[in-house]
């Protein structure tokens, strides 16, 4: 059974604390994603990788880097956290390339920033 | 301008009816992939359904079929016979292939069935 995990589906932080979201999936999918997803918004593409080493923009990258170090992992970190940071964070992966490649998500991390 | 738009926030559906669940999309590529997903109130996001953009064919999945209308850039989502567990956040996305693997998603729709 496919599978992509997170780190924690619940975590609550300080503003100006450095705060790291792990994702990780046994697929041994290329490509990986982080969104955050606010009401009345949707979801929204922070950043996303197509293989180790490798992190692109998406469309609010402001505030957020990544880390891909392994295939499996890909990690979205909060340099100085601030209360509008304060969100739904999913993480996804897919397989590669062509028009049907569906992403997998994660169960979430609901985090809320004070 | 926005790629995908679902018009309705929230639907409020009669236990065992069918509901319609709208999405409109806007490329210019020739090559996409429309896909629909299904947010419970758990917060996990499940795929449903895909509809290519050369598929002849709508696509169905068990209750879950997509009404493609490529000439009027309209993929909607109808669920049949709806049940009490179908009460979620549905959202839309296209995939265009020209724009590598990215997923550009709708806002959603909140989707309430009715006992």
């Known amino acids: 059974d496919v599978k992509v995990t997170q780190s924690s589906r619940y975590l609550v932080k300080r503003t100006g604390e450095k705060v790291f979201l792990e994702c990780v999936q046994d697929?041994?999918?290329?490509?990986m994603f982080w969104y955050r997803q606010d009401p009345g918004l949707g979801l929204r593409l922070i950043y996303f990788s197509y293989d180790v080493k490798m992190k692109e923009k998406g469309d609010i990258p402001e505030g957020y880097s990544v880390s891909r170090e392994k295939k499996e992992r890909f990690s979205l970190i909060l340099e100085s956290a601030s209360t509008n940071q304060t969100s739904m964070y999913l993480c996804a992966s897919s397989s590669g390339t062509g028009v049907y490649n569906e992403q997998f998500f994660g169960p979430g991390t609901r985090l809320t920033v004070l | 301008a926005q790629k995908i738009t679902q018009t309705q926030p929230g639907m409020f559906v009669q236990e065992k009816e069918a509901v319609t669940l709208d999405c409109t999309y806007d490329t210019s590529d020739p090559s996409y992939g429309l896909f629909w997903y299904k947010q419970p109130s758990s917060g996990e996001m499940i795929f449903l359904i895909y509809?290519?953009?050369?598929?002849?064919q709508n696509a169905t999945e068990g209750r879950y079929s997509l009404n493609f209308q490529k000439a009027r850039k309209s993929a909607n989502l109808v669920i049949s016979a709806s049940q009490l567990g179908d009460s979620a956040m549905y959202f839309c996305?296209?995939?265009?292939?020209?724009?590598?693997?990215?997923?550009?998603f709708g806002k959603g729709t909140r989707l309430h069935i009715l006992p």
């Open positions: 996305a296209m995939r265009e292939v020209n724009r590598d693997d990215k997923i550009i």
């Open positions: 509809q290519g953009s050369y598929d002849q």
């Open positions: 697929m041994d999918h290329e490509n």
